[in-house]
């Protein structure tokens, strides 16, 4: 059994926001590049260079990604050979997210449901565990930003649907979402599950375009059959056209009942800013 202070992961979720506020992945940068030397339309080619210019402004001048700094996301795979010690995990994560948006200057925006009215920190800080083997800890966190969150959804279809419905239904969502949502996108997909599963499988498949295994054939062929229809659809960087409509995507596909078929879409704008720390 390893003993591990939960100070230790406060510290770690801290410095994960610290830095993931105000400098993109390297993969995601690699991202954006990409994407600009490819692009033929000059109005997509003018947005992504304005997005990557904004990249570099923030990383060399420590001025955070987006005026959303979003809503602090994390998910904690916990080895079973743990024992934690100090205060509760989801106390230390949400201690370590409100002290780096407090540090960090970043916007506060938590707020109450109905009236609106502002609590001048970050809530919900939405802590996520999961058992696994070992005794290690591994953090994952995300700052998610309010216009994509809002056009994440589920969608239950028929049980008789194949890939191509299940491919379809995904890149609905992300045309639907168009400009509110700035695109180029980052796709987190999952199909099958449940109502309550879904969603998680579907936020874990973002942190998978990073960190995840290898996706199967079939998980394979409905990313492809997605990315195809997104960067078909015209919507380009900023809604302005050309073909660059999605940077990153990972599909996974999980056990569902018999009856049901459904389809969970979480989507990430082009400011994708997730971290990791194994502990």
Not at 80 to 107: H, K, N, V
Not at 196 to 212: F, V
Not at 238 to 261: D, K, M, N, Q, Y
Request: overall charge negative; charged content about 20%.
């Amino acid at each position: 059994m390893r003993r591990i202070d939960t100070e230790e992961l406060k510290a770690a979720v801290k410095a994960l926001f610290l830095e993931t506020a105000f400098r993109l992945p390297r993969r995601v940068e690699y991202d954006l590049a990409g994407a600009l030397a490819a692009e033929e339309s000059p109005q997509a080619r003018d947005v992504l260079s304005i997005l990557c210019e904004n990249m570099r402004a923030a990383r060399d001048g420590r001025i955070p990604l987006c005026q959303d700094t979003g809503l602090p996301q994390i998910l904690l795979e916990c080895g079973q050979e743990i024992l934690w010690t100090g205060a509760t995990p989801q106390e230390a994560c949400e201690a370590g997210a409100r002290e780096a948006y407090r540090e960090g200057g970043l916007r506060c925006s938590g707020c109450l449901p109905l009236t609106r009215a502002n609590l001048g920190y970050d809530l919900p800080v939405s802590v996520e565990t999961r058992l696994v083997a070992g005794d290690s800890v591994t953090v994952y966190t995300l700052a998610k930003g309010g216009g994509c969150d809002n056009k994440s959804l589920l969608v239950n279809l028929p049980p008789t649907s194949g890939e191509a419905e299940a491919a379809r239904a995904a890149a609905a969502a992300a045309v639907a979402a168009g400009p509110d949502a700035c695109p180029p996108f980052y796709l987190g997909v999952c199909v099958g599950g449940s109502f309550e599963s879904a969603p998680r499988h579907a936020r874990r498949a973002l942190w998978d375009i990073l960190w995840g295994p290898p996706p199967t054939p079939e998980e394979e062929s409905i990313a492809a059959a997605v990315k195809g229809i997104l960067d078909a659809s015209g919507l380009g960087p900023g809604c302005v056209g050309g073909r660059t409509t999605v940077l990153g995507l990972r599909v996974v596909a999980v056990p569902t009942h018999i009856a049901s078929l459904p389809v969970a879409v979480n989507l990430c704008c082009h400011s994708f800013r997730p971290g990791r720390a194994i502990l």
